[in-house]
């Protein structure tokens, strides 16, 4: 890893074993898609291995990183096409900042973009193009992303996509542009591409589409700096989280923002909510529509992709929470529970929700229509203030449709094995297939140190089920907040968690990457291996613990076994031997018409 | 944690935040069941919290460590009492010990047993007791163990046990003796306790008990002594593992094993052909069936629990692995394919298996009939050579019952997630209900370095299935020997992952343990969270990195959100608000009587 100087917090630089390549849909040289390439070793006999790529332009050898001047502005020009209004921006509030005195403010990002605004009776949203029958640029890129660049369907694709079982689920063998449309003209998918964010590269989050995975940022307690914050970021997408949730809070925050999302290629979320308590200074009591209303504006210009609105948290529902093991574990869901009680009023999320779509709609904000009811224990799984919570959303996502709004649904959280799938099934039918996103869920609470782990089994589970996206969670959940280190382990966990889901679900292109991985260990090719698999560094590392040497990266055998034993190392022999293998064919052939059972063929096995 | 002095090298002292136990069955005072207890907070007025303890008397403050003497003999009295022979021991060969030369050679752990063998026509096995219908004290022991020392059925054991979907598995609310019997005489569940094992601590293995996990060891390449390798044990049952398989090759592992045995309080397993196959210098062709059962004998005497055994590799299925894209990963499988095609004769672990059942019978060691045709890749998952060789340990487990032999059955391996529960249904369908015992599986290939996590996915999902016990998988899968710290969390994975499909399976006492650490996680107990976690010292670490202070053991809030925001304390003003709480439900109840919807009641929204 190569880390540069300009600032010198920020990682660049490719990523271990791979390299950055960019390709074309046909026929428009004006959308470059990224990937990574991994070049394998000349005995392989294998073309370089594509892979999907995340981390944004930060890992481009030609990229000269200018945080000031903030990223290419890769949807510019089809942004430019579209007709939006230019318009005055919302005045900076000393609030915005949590009242930071001079001395401490952070001076925003000097990056120049005009803040765009969707005029009344245009289309703005990815839905709207769709519902009307347009293909976006966004579509176009997508659906080329998806096919990890491929011109048609892989070699295979019907047998892999055949193999799985994907309960419902529609994915074709190849992604067109417009099966991407169509699947966000039914609402089974959404683009998160708010149209104050020019410098990103569009992923598409739907069921029918790759598992894709949200990693969280939140600022420290004290800020060095907005490159400390913009690294938290790069780092990130760098492991392969493909959308980042900015949950920071306190001083500054605006002004930090403008920093992340001018230097972000991923869809950025966040929950307005806690933007708008520190203006109330943290008081729920104090919360009213005004000022959240102004902070989703603020935010939305500033480019946000997509809001968390826990506008299903409804009066009624709060006492549902009073017997349970943990209450209300979602900080925006008790904060609205507060509200509502404090003012024995329904929240004003659920009553200005339609004031709410208006102006999401015209930055094409996303919904995460939160769950702020989500059970924080195993005992709470699938209750009754969950559930009630889910049918509100479902209501809510079909309003929010009708106004030209994206949706997608978050989702749990703690839940034991057996009632995950109820989980994914009343998603389904009650949001009516809006695209669920969910926080692992954890599968026992018995583990605090390791919920990376409990929650990535339950995490595997819902994306083979039907979750379009996992947010992380990492190995200080319950405990602390996430270093470094602790990022990296939980993108990762979640990477493998939703491979091992798109593999279960039979998705066309995910099992190429088993194979290409599994080949190259049977053929001790090492460094292939290793540049395969989700992470390189871990991987060279941990073998170099047991043998060092570079001779060691041909060796026919490694260290668990040693030479001797090698099973890999007989399979091969076995494999050589392929004259008595024929012969022992052969003589099963002979055995067979005998009437021997010496022999069995695989048919018969099978 | 207390290191002891003598030898240095060996872990002993109590786990953080708990106390060892004991406790015994009504009326058998001579039986005394170790485990865990966790004091709590004052304020969470509950009794001490009991968990089951793997970790045997290392973590006894009354224990004195003595690694020459060997462990107390739990077993001794109820071995005395069966009428086994004392026999005159197999002289000790110096290719038992690799023919380590006499100044490298370690010594043998002087601790004196007799040498036990069943006579023919008495019963020797728990499978032959339970046949007989004879409780022996293990199935009392490991009755009590299970119930977690309870006298009767843990309070809401009905209700937990059926809110869990378990496969058509019949896990009882409360385990008796006669059950565990009825289990074993079923084939459905094994002790493994050689007769000439009496340091066990006995542990069932069934798919109506808890799930267990076997944590694998092996010898360093340069040993430092016998201690090192008792430490290994040790360190493994400290965290959880319920089984040890005992993986070392090369020089001086008769004698090692010998130190192993003796202070070894779980079931220790081998695969004597590695040891065999030492004995003929590493040359899989020269094997013999005199070598491999002379080895058998050697290791039973010892003491050994289960023997892997990989009679289901027969000379018909090796052509069945040709065309795998991983061939055969399993080491015992490719020496004994090896050993097939050279001779180009049926395996003598298959032509000699009655010979070995009854060597097996005479000491009661467990057969684990290994899967040597196990998929080493997503792409060779349930294939015709993995279910061709499932098809002959069926078979195979109908002659070793017949022979009176404890029975349980290997499974893979890597397997993707869809494919997962027909490994599960067909093993219980040919295997005859058999008890199930994976590695893993692993549910993805492509994340070396994180092969613990993709499988803990699949090892979960197939545990939950009815999977009985589950070999753990490090974090150096595929890449290097296991250190320390790998081990730990391996097991830790594995614990988390067994509790998981314990949970779902609805066990009874399985929710017991995740409701209070989420009760003390809601009342901001801390240190109760800690140790009532697996890994108290992990939790407490990770929660110190933010808050180190003593002070915030007691905070009501934690890092993540701090003290303003804190989801947890505001759902405790709102419980507390119970007055306010009362005046909603009433009012509730008055809008519904009044045909109004603004509230809705636990019932309707279920």
Redesign the interface.
Known sequence: MNVQTKPAIVTTGPISGSRKVFSSPEGRPDIAVPFREVDLHPTANEPPFRLYDTSGPFTDPHFSLDLDAGLPQVRGAWLAGRGFESVAPRAVKPEDNGFAPADRLVPPCPAERAVLAGPDGTMVTQYEFARAGVITEEMIYVAHRENLGRAKAAEGAAERRAD??DFGAAIPEFITPEFVRSEIAAGRAIIPANINHPELEPVIIGRNFLVKINANIGNSAVTSGAADEVEKLVWAIRWGGDTVMDLS?GRNIHNIRSWIMRNAPVPIGTVPL?QA?EKVG?D?DKLSWEVFRDTLIEQAEQGVDYFTIHAGVR????????K????????G???M??WC?AHHQESFLYTHFDEICDIMRKYDVSFSLGDGLRP????DAN???Q??EL?TLGELTKRAWAKGCQVMIEGPG?V???KIKENMERQLKVCHEAPFYTLGPL????????D???S??GA??IG?FGTAMLCYVT??E????P?RDDVKVGV??Y???A???D????HPSA?L???A???A??EFRWQD??N????PD??K???D???PKDAHKVAHF?????P??C??K??????E?SE??AG??QK?AEFREAGSK???D??A??
Request: aromatic share 8%; with cysteine; hydrophobic share 40%.
């Open positions: 799985g079982e809070t806690y308590l943290g729920p009066l009624a529902y709060v006492p549902l929470t009073a349970r093991v943990t209450g209300i574990v979602s900080r869901g008790s904060i529970a507060r009680l924080g224990s195993i005992a209750d009754a203030a559930f009630a049918d703690h034991p094995m057996h599968t026992t609470d018995i583990a605090p140190g390791y990376h782990i409990t990535a089994i595997a589970m083979w190995p200080k319950h405990l602390g907040l270093n990762m966990t990477r493998l968690a491979h091992a889901a593999l279960a679900k039979g099992k990457r088993d194979d991985v599994s080949r260990r049977f291996q290793f395969l698999g989700l992470d871990t991987a590392q941990y073998h613990e047991t043998l490694c260290s668990m076994c040693g001797k034993f099973s890999m007989i399979s091969h022999d076995i494999r031997d008595r293998m022992l064919e099963s010496i022999y069995v695989e048919a096995a099978d």
